[in-house]
T-cell receptor, first 111, second 111 residues
Framework: NAGVTQTPKFQVLKTGQSMTLQCAQDMNHNSMYWYRQDPGMGLRLIYYSASEGTTDKGEVPNGYNVSRLNKREFSLRLESAAPSQTSVYFC??????????FGQGTRLTVV | QKEVEQNSGPLSVPEGAIASLNCTYSDRGSQSFFWYRQYSGKSPELIMSIYSNGDKEDGRFTAQLNKASQYVSLLIRDSQPSDSATYLCAVKSDSWGKFQFGAGTQVVVTP
């Protein structure tokens, strides 16, 4: 049982490049989330998907797009990376009132 | 005003002592409350979940919830050096299913 799997674990981008962060969960959860974590800022929600086919903006959606490809997969895309998007990104999933399960994180540096 | 507030710390605790962490939240509709532990460079892992007023104990950890006062706390008894980490308070409202995280409290257990 892998839980939540994120790829890649590390990435360095040049300003203006694009990339997609992949996330998959095998727990049959309806809800999936993308967070970014910056020092002293805690976890901030980028986008959220309550179920397959639906997505909603979170606290910091600018510069990002998401796709809920199916119930298992939720991807995050940076169309034109900026240094301000240097962060650690976490994907998570949950069901009903229960806790969020997190992936291992992606450490992204934009130079 | 942040929706979930925690003292940032660091909270320095002698080995064997009790660490007390507090968290307040603003959304009165919140139904689910969680404490996560996060080691440096790692993803958050669930320690405790609590859904109703009162205390919930699990090993050395006790979570306390008071919905009327809108606070949730975590006690760590017999603190060990391995408890040194950042502790994140998370609140989930059933009305929209998103998690709100506090910025975290850093705990340092000194031998």
């Amino acid at each position: 049982n892998a839980g939540v799997t994120q790829t890649p674990k590390f990435q360095v981008l040049k300003t203006g490049q694009s990339m997609t962060l992949q996330c998959a969960q095998d727990m049959n959860h309806n809800s999936m989330y993308w967070y970014r974590q910056d020092p002293g800022m805690g976890l901030r929600l980028i986008y959220y998907s309550a179920s397959e086919g639906t997505t909603d903006k979170g606290e910091v959606p600018n510069g990002y797009n998401v796709s809920r490809l199916n119930k298992r997969e939720f991807s995050l895309r940076l169309e034109s990376a900026a240094p301000s998007q240097t962060s650690v990104y976490f994907c998570a999933s949950s069901e009903d009132r229960d806790e969020a399960f997190f992936g291992q994180g992606t450490r992204l540096t934009v130079v | 005003q942040k929706e979930v507030e925690q003292n940032s710390g660091p909270l320095s605790v002698p080995e064997g002592a009790i660490a007390s962490l507090n968290c307040t939240y603003s959304d009165r509709g919140s139904q689910s409350f969680f404490w996560y532990r996060q080691y440096s460079g790692k993803s958050p892992e669930l320690i405790m979940s609590i859904y109703s007023n009162g205390d919930k104990e699990d090993g050395r950890f006790t979570a306390q919830l008071n919905k009327a006062s809108q606070y949730v706390s975590l006690l760590i008894r017999d603190s060990q050096p391995s408890d040194s980490a950042t502790y994140l308070c998370a609140v989930k409202s059933d009305s929209w299913g998103k998690f709100q995280f506090g910025a975290g409290t850093q705990v340092v257990v000194t031998p």
